[in-house]
């Protein structure tokens, strides 16, 4: 069965400020601790 999942995203003009990907990589950054190993 199909649902409905929001997707919210903060825009500053044009150009997406915080989205689903940035909140994403924000969380993995707070549960690895650095940059370099949320993004691996």
Do not use: S, Y
């Not at 649902?3 to 919210?8: A, D, G, T």
């Not at 940035?22 to 549960?31: N, P």
């Amino acid at each position: 069965m199909n649902e409905l999942k929001p997707r919210l995203r903060v825009l500053h003009g044009e150009e997406i400020a915080l989205g689903p990907g940035k909140v994403a990589l924000l969380e993995q950054i707070g549960r690895t601790g650095t940059i370099a190993e949320a993004v691996l």
